[in-house]
Nanobody, 121 residues
Framework: QVQLVESGGGLVQAGGDLRLSCAASGSIFSINVMGWYRQAPEKQRELVAGISSVGNTNYADSVKGRFTISRDNAKNTVYLQMNSLRPEDTAVYYC???????????????WGQGIQVTVSS
């Protein structure tokens, strides 16, 4: 019912910038938290940044000051602006939203397909 489509990944040199987008579509009723996670090979998936429905944000320590998460509620879209990228930022990035259907009490998690970000040294 809910689909997430990510875009904006790719290959960049260290110090470069990328902007990821994740647009939700389908039977959208209510979206709470939106966020970005990443997973490097043989590592656990980790939270990169999250943003609440009213714009409160949190970031992993490793990206503070370099990454900025934002959202456009009218477009059901969350963004991740990534500046000053480092090789250790290389990972598959996944967006996630918490979505609630009409009359439901709980939010369900929906994940994007994942998008590769590779930073060369």
């Amino acid at each position: 019912q809910v689909q997430l489509v990510e875009s904006g990944g790719g290959l960049v040199q260290a110090g470069g910038d990328l902007r990821l987008s994740c647009a939700a579509s389908g039977s959208i009723f209510s979206i709470n938290v939106m966020g970005w996670y990443r997973q490097a090979p043989e590592k656990q998936r980790e939270l990169v940044a999250g943003i609440s429905s009213v714009g409160n944000t949190n970031y992993a320590d490793s990206v503070k000051g370099r990454f900025t998460i934002s959202r456009d509620n009218a477009k059901n879209t969350v963004y991740l602006q990534m500046n000053s990228l480092r090789p250790e930022d290389t990972a598959v990035y996944y967006c996630k939203i918490q979505h609630r259907m009409k009359d439901a009490l709980r939010y369900d998690d929906f994940w994007g397909q994942g998008i590769q970000v590779t930073v060369s040294s």
